[in-house]
């Protein structure tokens, strides 16, 4: 049974997943981003990595009982319980490292990176993996 609060967060993270899965597609459906085209895809890509974060913590800690300290140690526990897999484990310490460098590193982020994300969809995998664990919270 999901309690009340949990099934709250998970119908708000809902909404905000499918407004960003559909801004990113506009962006992807894009020629050319520009300056304001790119700054969006930076802060959804930004905001999507922190929502499956938040719902990789969640799902953690409905399998465990504990939360990791580090988006990073999530996954990795995450992946030690067999929820993922080793190459998607490789997949999220690139991801948390781009959401680290778009938070702190902001000045130094390579443009064609997140050009490329965008215009691949690369951000699928992210989308995939919130539907997911949304799916396993919600049981």
């Known amino acids: 049974m999901v309690d009340q609060g949990l099934k709250l967060y998970l119908k708000e993270v809902r909404i905000h997943i499918n407004e960003y899965e559909l801004e990113l597609k506009e962006l992807s459906e894009l ?48 992946e030690n319980l067999n929820v993922i897999c080793d190459k998607e484990l490789t997949e999220w310490r690139k991801i948390i490292g781009l959401r680290n460098s778009l ?21 699928q995998s992210i989308l995939l993996f919130c539907h997911l664990a ?3 919270l919600e049981q």
């Open 31 to 78: 020629n050319v981003l520009n300056s304001r085209d790119y700054r969006a895809s930076e802060r959804l890509l930004q905001l999507l990595t922190e929502v499956s974060i938040g719902l990789a913590k969640h799902w953690l800690k409905s399998i465990k009982k504990e939360s990791g300290t580090s988006a990073y140690q999530t996954f990795a526990a995450l």
């Open 103 to 123: 938070v702190h590193d902001y000045l130094n982020v390579d443009k064609s990176i997140i050009k490329l994300i965008i215009k691949e969809e690369k951000y």
């Open 134 to 136: 949304i799916k396993a």
